[in-house]
């Protein structure tokens, strides 16, 4: 290794040292002394991350990097360039290294519902405030955490998360890097992760997850038309048409689970004391769910043998249904609210940055969501 990268390598781990140190004073302050081995593995297994990164560029220089890995990182570069330019995101470190982190996933989310309810666990966390999941970077304790839920009575789901937003926080050590997790998605997918996360730094409301991932949601939907209409000849057409073709699955598959959700909430609300729930409610459930996965097989009939969503089906519960739901409520709100502002992304982030400010029940009702946001 040249003298220059070492000396850039001890910088970086200096920079580490710092932010594992403040991340963990945070912890602390916060008054989650309590889990500091959930914290320890947290910032351990971030920093862990961070230290596998290295810049792009190095990676397309490197005689060794696979042709296949090489193109994805420079279309990942070109969508970096712009997110900033077409986009008004964040002009920063952040997903400009990558990291191989030869594992199937960046983390491991747990989540966790009652039997009669679609309203998730909560945990509470240090500046991102209280959230409906837990993460971990070991498979294997996320499923601990959540056998150890399940036996307090708990519907859980354990699901891998290609990528997560440390929201800008940590962008003077070398901010979110790429990650093997996802750098070989198809053109529209790697686009919308990007860009989605990207919007994790523009606004953030802490304890909001639905407000947060709706408005990180809209963004790459939004953002992703625009970079598939920039892109031309036939690689862009080819592009454009397996990103279409995965979207109508997605929106299909999103609207069968809204649906379901529904039903769940309706069968629920027939009962709100879960101690009362009875046979008569516990059957309706059933009957929900088996009516949710018969209209899946008649969805996935017509896409080809394509079966991306069958591990989630497999583990549908309240837990799943209840996590999804913070990805698209307001959505369509967001979407409204883009176009109100004429379009204009600067204006549209100012006004989100402006609604994140205010008090939740406002926020939501701003939104067209009556009430003060339903966990996650």
Partial sequence: MATTAVAAQKAWTR?????????LAAAALSGCALDMGYYWQSVGGHLALMQAARPVDDWLDEAGTPAPLKAQLDLARRIRR???????????????RYADLHRGAAVWNVVAAPAFSLTLKTWCFPL????????YFQEADARAEAARLAAQGLET???GVPAYSTLGWLNWAGGDPLLSTFIHYPEGELARLVFHELAHQVAYA??????????ATAVERLGVRRWLDAQGGEAGAAARQAYERLERRRQAFRALTQATRRELADIYASNQAPAQAGP??????????QRFRERYAQLKAGWGGWVGYDPWVAQANNAAFGAQAAYDAL????????????RDWPRFYGAVRRLAAQPPAERHGALGLDGAPTPP
Avoid at 82 to 96: E, H, I, K, T
Avoid at 280 to 289: D, E
């Fill in 15 to 23: 920079r580490a040292r710092a932010a594992a140190g403040a991340l």
């Fill in 82 to 96: 712009f997110a900033v330019d077409a986009l008004g995101l964040p002009d920063n470190a952040s997903y400009r």
């Fill in 206 to 215: 802490p304890g909001d997850t639905v407000f947060n991932e709706s408005f």
């Fill in 157 to 159: 789901s354990v699901y």
């Fill in 280 to 289: 008569g409610q516990a059957a309706l459930k059933s009957i929900a769910m």
């Fill in 128 to 135: 991102a405030g209280c959230v409906g999941y837990r993460g």
């Fill in 331 to 342: 959505v369509p709100a967001f979407e409204a609210l883009f176009e109100r502002e004429g």
